[in-house]
């Protein structure tokens, strides 16, 4: 069973997909790693993520990148979310991510494309969505214990900016797959959204066996 989980930034999507990934023991692929890779890729190389051809350069990370706890920043995701307009840099990591969701025995994958290109016969999807002002509360709280210190108003700008970027861009822009099942994790809690997601995949995917 291929379960594709998609949302914009701070939704709650990754901790849904880990919890699914657990629960029904499938193994789980961060798909905005890879693009947080090649943004501090970028950075790393000296390059300007607004050109298409250091950002392709920048796919060429090596594995151990992935690792790295700096992709995590708030910083990196910005980058990620510069360098996953460019077409060039989706199509070198489109195979990975497919290869990931085709295995024997199923996958779950989070991100942003999941349902509409990387997979779009995923037997259950997901699109996990908060209000920004709830997703911007989270990642203040995250933040904080990470010791950055940013304020409210600027976190929520930034998730703005960033979801416009996302969903306005040309190539496999941010959008809710036509079957997908919408979950707004606004008012809920970390057990009671995973809750909800259980529920929703055992209603909609095992059905589909
Ligand atoms: O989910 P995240 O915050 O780690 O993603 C970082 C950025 O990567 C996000 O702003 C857009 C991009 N991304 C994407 O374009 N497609 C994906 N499947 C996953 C992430």
Redesign the pocket.
Known sequence: MIIAVDGP?ASGK?TIAKALAAHFGLPHL????L??AVGYQIFANGGDPEDESDALAATDFPDSLLENPELRNEET?GL??RV?VHRAVRQALFERQRAFATQPGGAVL?????GTV?APEAEVKLFVTASVEARALRRWKEMALRGESHTLPEIEEDLRR?DE??RNRAE?PLLVAEDAVVLDTSELDRDAAVAAAIALVEQHGLASR
């Open positions: 930034t990754g961060d798909t905005g790693l693009y947080r995701g990620a979310s996953s989070d991100g942003r494309d999941i990387i960033r970027r996302d496999a």
